[in-house]
């Protein structure tokens, strides 16, 4: 089982930037792909990013160019670098691991979850 704990949110102007954490815990975290997603008050939970085992990158479109998803298997740390940020990027944003391969998009193939990290973008 991993345990997924998420900090870095905070409050932050239009065009500024935060970098998200995700603690994991357990032995196997090399093993699981990673993910980030999101969800804006009453909105469903949507996908933003997700790194690969090996470490290949996939970006939601909303996202691509502005935000990196990178880990540290040796620290057991997933991030989600996120620049030029927008009010529309205000979410509570989750962590999550995946015991499947390649890249994953859907809720439901995520086998894990932090409990959410705030991020508030004023404009």
């Known amino acids: 089982q991993v345990q997924l704990v998420e900090s870095g949110g905070g409050l932050v102007q239009a065009g500024g930037s935060l970098r998200l954490s995700c603690a994991a815990s357990?032995?196997?975290?090399?093993?699981?792909?990673m993910g980030w997603f999101r969800q804006a008050p009453g909105k469903e939970r949507e996908f933003v990013a997700a790194i690969r085992r090996s470490g290949g990158t996939y970006y939601a479109d909303s996202v691509k160019g502005r935000c990196t998803i990178f880990r540290d298997n040796a620290k057991n740390m997933v991030y989600l670098q996120m620049d030029g940020l927008k009010p529309e990027d205000t979410a509570v944003y989750y962590c999550?691991?995946?015991?499947?391969?390649?890249?994953?998009?859907?809720?439901?193939?995520?086998?894990?979850w932090g409990q959410g990290t705030q991020v508030t973008v004023s404009s």
């Open positions: 357990g032995r196997t975290f090399s093993s699981y792909g």
């Open positions: 999550a691991a995946t015991k499947l391969a390649d890249f994953r998009r859907e809720r439901y193939e995520y086998d894990y």
